[in-house]
């Protein structure tokens, strides 16, 4: 059954390129608004810059153009007469995908790294918008998911990864492959025996439940120190 949010969306799926152009118009807004809106030399920069891209990407002015044409024709992005007459671009992604600014926050990051966890996305989006803790990420992922903006791509739990829903149908597939041959394989339910005492032996998961957990908190600190860093270094090079 189709919901009402169904049958009213404007968006539709977008290549690679669209995705980092689109992403990379609403990250500059939210980040350098002085800088607002861009040209296509700042749109190039932009979709190639090392930092906070995930793939690295090396478009030219070509690509950038082709993308800029496909985002205008299904309204994602608007041209206009900058100064001195230099063209320059704006999203319209709050219409075209009917969301708050908690909402773009969290799509942008994910159009400019693909599928990330939900702590990934509150370290990497609070430079948009100020998620106080993660249940705040939690509640924003669940309403982009009943929008059917954004795909769980494992199960509930630590380390569940979310997706976007912007990818076309070929690259959706090979997503789900891909995370699905990544996913660690379920413990078997039978435990092996001691040879010695013949009574079934300790999990050796179970006993490390509470360290790996350990680790990765530590793990999701120190990315988020890395990108603070990155940030850092990207307004220093601008």
């Keep these: 059954?189709?919901?009402?949010?169904?049958?009213?969306k404007t968006w539709v799926p977008l290549d690679r390129t669209e995705r980092r152009v689109l992403g990379v118009l609403v990250e500059k807004a939210k980040t350098t608004p002085d800088n607002y809106p861009l040209s296509?030399?700042?749109?190039?920069a932009g979709s190639n810059q090392k930092s906070n891209r995930a793939p690295q990407m090396q478009?030219?002015?070509?690509?950038?153009?082709?993308?800029l044409d496909r985002l205008r024709e299904v309204g994602a992005v608007r041209e206009i007469q900058g100064s001195g007459r230099v063209t320059k671009y704006r999203h319209a992604a709050y219409e075209w995908l009917g969301v708050d600014a908690a909402g773009v926050a969290i799509m942008?990051?994910?159009?400019?790294?693909?599928?990330?966890?939900?702590?990934?996305?509150?370290?990497?989006a609070s430079r948009m918008h100020d998620f106080p803790d993660l249940d705040g990420v939690m509640t924003v992922l669940q309403t982009l998911q009943e929008a059917g903006l954004v795909q769980a791509m494992s199960p509930p739990g630590r380390g569940q990864t979310f997706a976007h829903?912007?990818?076309?149908?070929?690259?959706?597939?090979?997503?789900?492959?891909?995370?699905?041959?990544?996913?660690?394989?379920?413990?078997?339910?039978?435990?092996?025996?001691?040879?010695?005492t013949g009574t079934?032996?300790?999990?050796?998961?179970?006993?490390?439940?509470?360290?790996?957990?350990?680790?990765?908190?530590k793990v999701e600190l120190l990315e988020a120190e890395i990108d603070e860093l990155k940030r850092r270094l990207d307004r220093l090079e601008s």
């Design 1 to 8: 059954m189709q919901t009402d949010d169904a049958a009213t």
């Design 40 to 44: 296509i030399a700042a749109l190039v």
């Design 59 to 67: 478009l030219d002015e070509d690509d950038v153009l082709v993308a």
């Design 108 to 124: 942008t990051e994910l159009l400019l790294r693909g599928p990330q966890t939900a702590g990934e996305l509150r370290s990497r």
């Design 165 to 196: 829903a912007l990818y076309p149908p070929d690259e959706q597939q090979y997503l789900a492959q891909k995370i699905a041959s990544a996913a660690p394989e379920e413990a078997p339910t039978d435990l092996p025996l001691s040879r010695s």
């Design 200 to 217: 079934t032996a300790p999990s050796a998961s179970g006993s490390t439940t509470a360290d790996v957990a350990e680790l990765q908190q």
